[in-house]
T-cell receptor, first 112, second 113 residues
Framework: DAGVTQSPTHLIKTRGQQVTLRCSPK?????VSWYQQALGQGPQFIFQ???????QRGNFPDRFSGHQFPNYSSELNVNALLLGDSALYLC???????????FGPGTRLLVL | AQSVTQLGSHVSVSEGALVLLRCNYS??????LFWYVQYPNQGLQLLLK??????LVKGINGFEAEFKKSETSFHLTKPSAHMSDAAEYFC???????????FGGGTRVLVKP
């Protein structure tokens, strides 16, 4: 049973560019959440998708957007990248509104 | 708004000694509480969770945590540290099942031989 998978594992971009990160949820899961973990800090909630709709959103600017596909996979898009967007981006999945969210290994983004 | 405070960003313990990681939370509703562990260059793995059932929660790898409402705490313990416990530990709170997780700043555990 595959867990949550994310791609790519690492990414280097320059300021002003746009980036797309991808997440495939654990088998049987239909809800996907995205978190940003800056170096030395705890993860911060970006948004959550369920049934292809954004269900919850954290305190992130509109430069951060997402999408969920009919197969429940999800993308995180970040426009106009800033140096401060450098972080580990974590995807988590669950079924419906279960208590437990399962995390993927993350995508490490470096903005130069 | 919810918040989590983890006291001590770094903890050093000897192998075989007690591990105690402190977590205090703030929530206006009965909380769901979680402890996650993160090994270097990896994602988060759930250690245990409290969801309003028993106040003493047992998790994986010999860890347990006790929910104390009067102290708004959810401290994590392990009686005997193992070298493989060296990692970063995060406490998190949610206001409802499936809602966003709010994490503390993390505690990095170093285990000395």
């Amino acid at each position: 049973d595959a867990g949550v998978t994310q791609s790519p594992t690492h990414l280097i971009k320059t300021r002003g560019q746009q980036v797309t990160l991808r997440c495939s949820p654990k088998s049987g899961h239909d809800t996907v959440s995205w978190y940003q973990q800056a170096l030395g800090q705890g993860p911060q909630f970006i948004f959550q998708y369920y049934e292809e709709e954004e269900r919850q959103r954290g305190n992130f600017p509109d430069r951060f957007s997402g999408h969920q596909f009919p197969n429940y996979s999800s993308e995180l898009n970040v426009n106009a990248l800033l140096l401060g967007d450098s972080a580990l981006y974590l995807c988590a999945s669950m079924r419906g509104r279960q208590e437990t969210q399962y995390f993927g290994p993350g995508t490490r983004l470096l903005v130069l | 708004a919810q918040s989590v405070t983890q006291l001590g960003s770094h903890v050093s313990v000897s192998e075989g000694a007690l591990v105690l990681l402190r977590c205090n939370y703030s929530s206006s509703v009965p909380p769901y509480l979680f402890w996650y562990v993160q090994y270097p260059n990896q994602g988060l793995q759930l250690l245990l969770k409290y969801t309003s059932a028993a106040t003493l929660v047992k998790g994986i790898n010999g860890f347990e945590a006790e929910f104390k409402k009067s102290e708004t705490s959810f401290h994590l313990t392990k009686p005997s540290a193992h070298m493989s416990d060296a990692a970063e530990y995060f406490c998190a709170v949610s206001d409802a099942a499936g809602n966003k997780l709010t994490f503390g700043g993390g505690t990095r555990v170093l285990v000395k031989p």
